[in-house]
């Protein structure tokens, strides 16, 4: 369950957007072919190789920004830190799309199914600055693992590597049981049963040695990070440690 990355949450945007991008949205602009076809390779997960999931969550994200813009821009303007991305917003946007009230339109759009076009246009400015195709802009490519030392922040390139742990494409976003992105996710993962030690299992990131010389400065990570199984307990002792007062 702790590795659930389903995007069941985006699923029924994934299927508005292949709405919007019709045929004849398709035949105005050809570059919008490639975006179509690769969102119908959806395969529901928010996994590090599907750019599905990447195109489907960037377009819900613009078409969000502008249909709230005419809500929210007098706050913004007013305070600088203002974020209506704080929001719960879904139920709201959700309904906006669908029953498309002209009086709440953005007055930079002509009609909101230019504003939706737009949005989508939005994503392929996305890819392109990317510098990939559609089918290449994978959410591992964004979701990637960014886990520093405390040094590492202020260290050069050379000695921060020795003190953080690898980057690495990973499953899972915010709206999923696999909570995963760039710079936060599961501190730790525990499955046990009382009396049934033997069978847990334990995942934390990091390793387990503070000390980066050590073997096992960065023991489990990789573990944590690609979801494997591995055991709550310890096995056989490797070295031991006596404080003597």
């Keep these: 369950m702790q590795l659930d990355d389903r995007a069941v949450f985006l699923a029924r945007w994934q299927k508005f957007l292949l709405t919007v991008l019709t045929d004849e949205a398709v035949a105005k602009n050809r570059d919008r072919a490639a975006l179509r076809e690769t969102v119908r390779s959806w395969?529901?997960?928010?996994?590090?190789?599907?750019?599905?999931y990447r195109l489907v969550r960037?377009?819900?994200?613009?078409?969000?920004?502008r249909?709230?813009?005419p809500f929210f821009a007098r706050a913004a303007e007013t305070y600088d830190r203002f974020s209506w991305r704080r929001f719960h917003y879904e139920d709201a946007l959700w309904q906006l799309v669908h029953d498309q009230p002209p009086r709440l339109l953005n007055p930079a759009n002509p009609s909101w199914d230019s504003l939706l076009l737009a949005a989508a246009d939005d994503v392929l400015?996305?890819?392109?600055?990317a510098g990939v195709t559609p089918a290449n802009f994978t959410w591992g490519k964004y979701n990637t693992l960014k886990m520093q030392h405390p040094f590492g922040r202020f260290l050069p390139g050379p000695l921060a590597r020795l003190l953080d742990m690898p980057a690495a494409p990973m499953a899972g976003d915010s709206d999923m049981p696999?909570?995963?992105g760039p710079s936060h996710g599961a501190s730790e993962r525990l499955v046990v049963a009382p009396g049934h030690e033997a069978e847990a299992i334990f995942h934390m990131p990091g390793g387990q040695s503070g000390n980066p010389l050590s073997?096992?400065?960065?023991?489990?990570?990789?573990?944590?990070?690609?979801?494997?199984p591995t055991p709550l307990l310890p096995g056989p002792a490797q070295h031991t440690l006596i404080l003597k007062p």
């Excluded at 395969?43 to 599905?52: E, Q, W, Y």
């Excluded at 073997?215 to 494997?228: L, M, N, Q, T, V």
């Design 125 to 129: 400015a996305d890819v392109e600055r």
């Design 43 to 52: 395969n529901g997960r928010a996994s590090p190789d599907s750019a599905a």
């Design 215 to 228: 073997p096992y400065y960065r023991a489990g990570h990789d573990a944590w990070a690609k979801g494997e």
């Design 178 to 180: 696999r909570v995963a």
């Design 67 to 69: 249909a709230f813009q």
């Design 58 to 65: 960037a377009f819900r994200s613009h078409t969000a920004e």
